[in-house]
């Protein structure tokens, strides 16, 4: 994911640097001890000669024993080459990876351990140090399990589709950042030492052995009970929205046709949380029948405690907040079962969607839209970790886009459809904590940061992020 990085101020200081070294000569002597400095075009060494000469014998070794040699002449080093986030001695032996355990190992068992490793680019120092958010490197391993939209699907107001794009085997991201000499990855710290090179790539030593999310934000928040009240609201408005598409668009699409999966109420893959399973409904042809990852995004998903702090001591007593509003209802229904494209709008929402949408969705709620067609612009990927929750960096990020999503019109209208970043965030410290830009309230702490996810890491809040005006009167 690029975020947005000023060009031209980036572009002034590199001159500045330049008229500064061109113009004070002496400040720029050769060592007068030591060896010759080495520019990166006279490394002659590729990977398993690099890694044997360096410090991390374990992982050398691992690597000896795997495919990794043949791995790299059958895939050929593409043209800014790999990085690999090499573990030291001290966190291979803490993962149990001692020199036993590898020489048992089998060649595939290491093979993914190397590859789990291994990133797509050869990243320089000079890559994390000459922006201030994050790099996304992406991993070379492909899952086996899910594939994932490299740009965003179709969409529909009622219904998310997969048709007419390309989809590809997912990989796992680490949001790489340098602060000083210390290398952060996903928000948290994973070393402090210099990187070396390979002629066709780069190793950053890391201290520890590097693991992924295996479950999609919705099972993790299923399974941790300190979410279990937004969870009870979530499953609730999906239940009452899915009951309001069999009782008024299924009669004008297919009367015969039952819609009885939370595929076409589309909550929580909507907003990121889960995966769409493979499904006929989304042309599982592109899949090859597996389910789909259909953006990254991240959260700041409220506690119990955040609900209880605000009176509420149960979900039944939050839904309660429903009743003094009328029922969602749906409006300008149209489409097809031949061709599975249904268009349809919520006329209204629940009075929980609005209280929870700054929370699982950026307060999109509130981005400005189509009058026609009642479509904010194109969502831009949320995906951040809390070394990037900063003014510096998102402060004017855009969430969501030029032009409208269904026609790629760039009318007048259109162009009013910008939506930017609604939080403004403190920082002390390691502390984030958030609050809507503008509205006076007292700023919401991220109690729980960076919890991972297949989806994007969630951040959990013991406090309510409530909308401006919004009342939490029953």
Same mark, same amino acid.
């Given at each position: 994911m690029k975020k947005k990085i000023d060009i031209r101020a980036l572009g002034l200081g590199l001159l500045i640097t330049l008229l500064l070294f061109s113009c004070n000569k002496e400040e720029f002597m050769p060592p007068a001890v030591g060896e010759a400095i080495k520019l990166e075009d006279e490394i002659t060494d590729n990977f398993p000669e690099a890694l044997a000469k360096s410090a991390h014998t374990l992982f050398y070794e691992a690597w000896k024993r795997s495919g990794m040699n043949d791995f790299m002449i059958y895939k050929g080093y593409p043209e800014n080459g790999f990085t690999v986030l090499v573990p030291t001695d001290e966190a291979m032996l803490a993962k149990g990876w001692n020199s036993q355990v590898i020489a048992a190992a089998t060649s595939g068992t290491l093979d993914t351990l190397i590859l789990r490793h291994t990133f797509i680019g050869a990243i320089s120092e000079v890559d994390l140090s000459l922006r201030p958010d994050s790099y996304v490197a992406i991993n070379i391993l492909e899952s086996r399990d899910y594939y994932y939209f490299e740009g965003k699907p179709n969409t529909i107001s009622g219904i998310y589709l997969t048709t007419g794009r390309e989809v590809w085997p997912y990989r796992h991201r680490l949001y790489l950042h340098r602060t000083g000499n210390e290398l952060y990855a996903n928000g948290n710290k994973v070393g402090n030492q210099s990187p070396f090179f390979a002629r066709n790539g780069s190793f950053w030593p890391v201290d520890t052995v590097l693991e992924y999310p295996t479950k999609t934000a919705i099972e993790v928040l299923r399974e941790d009970p300190q979410f279990s009240i937004y969870v009870d609201l979530m499953d609730r408005m999906e239940q009452g929205k899915l009951n309001l598409i069999n009782t008024v668009v299924t009669p004008i699409i297919s009367p015969s046709l039952t819609f009885d999966s939370p595929l076409f109420t589309n909550y929580v893959q909507r907003l990121g949380l889960g995966i769409w399973p493979a499904h006929p409904y989304t042309n599982a042809l592109f899949t090859q029948g597996k389910p789909v990852i259909s953006t990254l995004a991240s959260w700041f998903i409220p506690t119990n405690?955040?609900? +209880?702090? @605000?009176?509420? +001591? /149960?979900?039944?007593?939050?839904?309660?907040?429903?009743?003094?509003? @009328?029922?969602?209802?749906? /409006?300008?229904?149209?489409g097809s079962i031949v061709n599975v494209q249904y268009t349809f709008y919520y006329k209204k929402l629940y009075a929980t969607d609005t209280l929870l949408n700054y929370h699982h969705d950026w307060g999109r709620l509130y981005a400005p839209k189509n009058t026609t067609t009642y479509r904010t612009g194109i969502s831009n990927i949320t995906a951040f970790y809390s070394q990037d929750l900063d003014n510096a960096i998102l402060g004017d990020y855009m969430l969501n886009g030029l032009y409208n999503e269904r026609t790629n019109s760039n009318t007048n209208e259109d162009k009013r459809l910008f939506y930017y970043m609604p939080f403004e965030f403190r920082r002390d410290g390691d502390q984030v904590s958030l609050r809507i830009k503008n509205s006076g309230a007292a700023y919401v702490p991220i109690t729980g940061k960076d919890i991972a996810t297949l989806n994007g890491p969630i951040h959990a809040v013991d406090k309510l992020i409530i909308p401006p005006g919004f009342s939490l009167d029953k």
């Open positions: 405690k955040a609900f +209880q702090d @605000a009176g509420f +001591q /149960t979900a039944d007593e939050v839904w309660a907040l429903n009743d003094r509003n @009328a029922a969602p209802t749906i /409006t300008r229904v149209s």
